[in-house]
């Protein structure tokens, strides 16, 4: 079963913060962020592991919340190359060699 | 490294046609999996493998056959194409099924239009 992210889309003037949410129904044991940008390939952005983990990259952060099953992504003092659409992928727990299992995506639109 | 490439980058087809789609990778990775990505769908899973000579239906199996003849080549294929097959297919590798210390990395993509 796919995580649900949260929003879909967004709009932010440069500069701004933007949060982008992804919960599952199943116990994680990780999740990864990916940033889309259109026609191009996922970019992998960070892996998050169980136990309440957070991480940054550069103005880019997240954080995973191994009990509500939920992960956050945090872009402060967005820029233009913010722009695209983001994926979380989830590991459930006990593993499975299928991998991850995607999110929908938000669409993320930085305007000048 | 070239990492993961894919080809053809484009292909138009017609309804009943057969195509190959072919995904390599150089990082000597054991797992490779296809997903094809439509509008508002995010990334779903076609099949996937755990290595050589080994392949298995993901979420979205039905119209798609795979083979993985050799380690570093995971091929698509489509023996009679649909219009519900127009979409971009991925392919992605990774050492491992997912988790710790790494991640699936993945290929330009395929678009693939089925007339």
């Known amino acids: 079963q796919q995580p649900v992210q949260s929003p879909q889309a967004v709009i932010l003037r440069e500069g701004e913060d933007a949060v982008i949410n992804c919960s599952s129904s199943?116990?994680?044991?990780?999740v990864h962020w990916y940033r889309q940008k259109h026609g191009e390939a996922p970019v992998f952005l960070m892996i998050?592991?169980?136990?309440?983990e957070q991480k940054g990259h550069e103005k880019i952060s997240a954080s995973f919340n191994e009990k509500k099953q939920q992960s956050s992504l945090y872009l402060t003092a967005s820029q233009l190359s913010y722009s695209g659409t983001y994926f979380c992928g989830t590991e459930k727990l006990g593993g499975g060699a299928d991998g991850l299992t995607f999110g929908k995506g938000t669409h993320l639109i930085i305007q000048p | 490294n070239a990492g993961v490439t894919q080809t053809p980058k484009f292909r138009v087809l017609k309804t009943g046609q057969s195509m190959t789609l072919l995904c390599a990778q150089d990082?000597?990775?054991?797992?490779m999996y296809w997903y094809r990505q439509d509008p508002g769908m995010g990334l779903r899973l076609i099949h996937y493998?755990?290595?050589?000579?080994?392949?298995a239906k993901g979420e979205v199996p039905d119209g798609y056959n795979v083979s993985r003849l050799k380690k570093q080549n995971f091929l698509l294929g489509l023996e009679s194409a649909a219009p519900s097959q127009t979409s971009v297919y991925f392919c992605?590798?990774?050492?491992?099924?997912?988790?710790?210390?790494?991640?699936?990395?993945f290929g330009p993509g395929t678009r693939l239009l089925v007339l």
């Open positions: 990082m000597n990775h054991e797992y």
């Open positions: 493998s755990v290595g050589e000579g080994t392949t």
């Open positions: 992605a590798s990774s050492p491992t099924p997912g988790g710790a210390q790494e991640t699936q990395y």
């Open positions: 199943k116990a994680l044991y990780s």
């Open positions: 998050l592991l169980k136990g309440g």
